[in-house]
């Protein structure tokens, strides 16, 4: 069935450096979702991207669609402690559209 | 504040007691799911329904029941669980359940512990 991978498991940046992760499918996708949970809470819907290629900005938040679609990657310009959480990718894909969550990378980040 | 609600919070319960978790999502949405977070796995799909009718069951034991008696709620019910079973169970809603209207909307979940 369709796997959805994510990388890094952990990552643990100083504020104000960058924070990248990413999502690889073993299928090729329709969209792709991408979701932030905070430390007690629950999972928040971010965005989605549809296109291939697709670049989409939210303030310090990149977010990218690979031309195949079967990759994407969120990337955070001079993290904050506000962005500590988990981010997740989820992959809609093969003959069903169903939705896969990838494991998520846990970002935790030191003052 | 995401229109997705769960009683309780927080449940602790024997393994042989009867109890039920409830969702309520307030957005019209079509679509309805249960979710199981433990620490050791990822987030795991349970069960969904769509338009009241249940569209996937994911291999769950028998000691998980849902029902999901109209488009805005959903119960989950449990009898005879195991310490294992222990997590946060999370509930979602859709606007729809396939294509490109099924992001998800989480409700704050419960937290059960199994003695």
């Known amino acids: 069935g369709q796997q959805v991978m994510q990388i890094p498991q952990y990552q643990h940046v100083q504020e104000g450096e960058d924070f990248t992760t990413y999502c690889n499918s073993s299928?090729?996708?329709?969209?792709i979702q991408w979701y932030k949970q905070r430390p007690g809470g629950h999972p928040v819907f971010l965005i989605q991207l549809v296109k291939s290629g697709e670049v989409k900005k939210q303030k310090r938040l990149t977010f990218q669609f690979g031309e195949a679609k079967k990759n994407s990657s969120l990337h955070i310009t001079a993290t904050q402690t506000t962005d500590v959480g988990t981010y997740f990718c989820?992959?809609?894909?093969?003959?069903?559209?169903?939705?896969?969550f990838g494991k998520g990378t846990l970002l935790t980040v030191n003052p | 504040e995401t229109g997705v609600t769960q009683t309780p919070r927080h449940l602790v319960m024997g393994m042989t007691n009867k109890k039920s978790l409830k969702c309520e999502q307030h957005l019209g949405h079509n679509a309805m799911y249960w979710y199981k977070q433990s620490a050791k796995k990822p987030l795991e799909l349970m069960f969904v329904y769509s338009l009241e009718e249940r569209v996937e069951n994911n291999s769950v034991p028998s000691r998980f029941s849902p029902e999901c008696p109209n488009s805005s709620h959903l119960f989950l019910h449990l009898h005879t669980l195991q310490p294992e079973d222990s997590a946060l169970y999370l509930c979602?809603?859709?606007?729809?359940?396939?294509?490109?209207?099924?992001?998800?909307?989480f409700g704050p979940g419960t937290r059960l512990t199994v003695l």
């Open positions: 989820a992959g809609v894909g093969g003959s069903n559209y169903k939705l896969t």
């Open positions: 979602a809603s859709s606007p729809k359940y396939m294509g490109s209207y099924n992001e998800q909307f």
């Open positions: 299928t090729t996708l329709s969209n």
